[in-house]
């Protein structure tokens, strides 16, 4: 009988332990999960960063941006090496972020409707990632060139930026905000970030104008 009630005791125990083990693993794997998200979001703003400083350092000399283009950031080696498959044939090479959605980059219009400014727009953001890029501050001198960010969903068709200086054009309707000192301008707060930023998986599109 005492063997008996030993065993059983045992047996017990094993599920106690199992259970406990059991917890200890969700809430490990969810713990992972989210410092892997955070690792993202965070690498995602520093490809950003790099993308738009490396655009201004090649482009330091010249007078317009209408040459640019992803593939000239490639064979010029000024894009983040991580951004893209060197493997791959370079017809078919193209720029995507660190959440595995697509970059792009091209030449747009100054105020004076001049090809001396360029866009840059990041396809495939999660909620999370939408809401650290809209709220961080990007720059509200003329020396960071910042001129303009885009919040929306789905993808860029649509999404230029050319006539942000023109108040009709550049308001949260049309996903458009800029520097200032004005109701929506950037960086957004977190309130106007997440309305921004309601986006259902990783749909969300944020672009960004610089000159």
């Known amino acids: 009988m005492m063997k008996n009630c030993e065993r059983g005791r045992s047996m017990i125990e ?3 332990v199992l259970a406990i083990v059991g917890i ?5 794997i ?3 999960s989210k410092a892997m998200q955070k690792i993202k979001r965070d690498k995602v703003v520093t490809q950003l960063s790099m993308l738009v400083m ?3 350092s090649l482009f330091f000399n ?11 950031l490639i064979d010029a080696g000024m894009a983040p090496s991580d951004m893209y498959d060197s493997a791959v044939k370079s017809s078919q090479v193209g720029l995507k972020h660190a959440l595995g959605g697509n970059v792009y980059v091209f030449s747009s219009l ?3 409707g001049q090809p001396r400014a360029f866009e840059v727009y990041l396809e495939g953001l999660t909620e999370d990632v939408c809401l650290a890029l809209a709220t961080a501050d990007w720059g509200m001198d003329q020396a960071s060139g910042f001129e303009a960010l885009y919040v929306g969903t789905g993808d860029v068709n649509g999404a230029l930026m050319e006539d942000v200086n023109v108040p009709a054009v550049s308001r949260p309707e049309n996903g458009i905000y800029t520097p200032g000192q004005h109701a929506n301008a950037v960086p957004l707060t977190i309130n106007g970030a997440r309305a921004a930023c309601a986006c259902s998986g990783a749909t969300c599109v944020i672009g960004f104008k610089y000159r």
Do not use: F, K, P
């Open 30 to 32: 969810a713990g992972y």
């Open 110 to 112: 100054n105020s004076e």
């Open 62 to 72: 010249q007078t317009n941006y209408s040459i640019l283009s992803d593939r000239l």
């Open 54 to 56: 490396n655009i201004r």
């Open 24 to 28: 200890l693993t969700a809430g490990g």
């Open 14 to 16: 094993m599920l106690g």
